[in-house]
């Protein structure tokens, strides 16, 4: 991503610079890497909340920041 960001702002501002073949291959191969890491991110993410939901992690998460939250409330109060 860093790749392709540096390669677009190196043009010029007054239209001195082009973009050729190579340039257009690299930032298109760079942009398709970053999509398929987002992709892979992306499904990481589905496979552990899917996993989660399975071993009830996720409704123990949800009753402690219940508990945390009412204890801050009574507190506070």
Excluded: C, P, W
């Excluded at 392709?4 to 690299?26: C, H, P, R, T, V």
């Excluded at 939901?53 to 123990?60: F, L, Y």
């Amino acid at each position: 991503m860093k790749f392709a960001k540096n390669k677009i702002n190196s043009f010029d501002d007054d239209g001195m610079s082009s973009i050729n073949g190579q340039d257009l291959y690299e930032i298109s191969t760079a942009s398709k890497e970053m999509m398929l890491s987002i992709k892979d991110l992306m499904n990481e993410i589905t496979v552990t909340v899917a996993s989660s939901k399975k071993s009830a992690t996720i409704h123990n998460v949800k009753d402690t920041i219940k508990e945390a939250s009412y204890i801050y409330k009574t507190r506070v109060s």
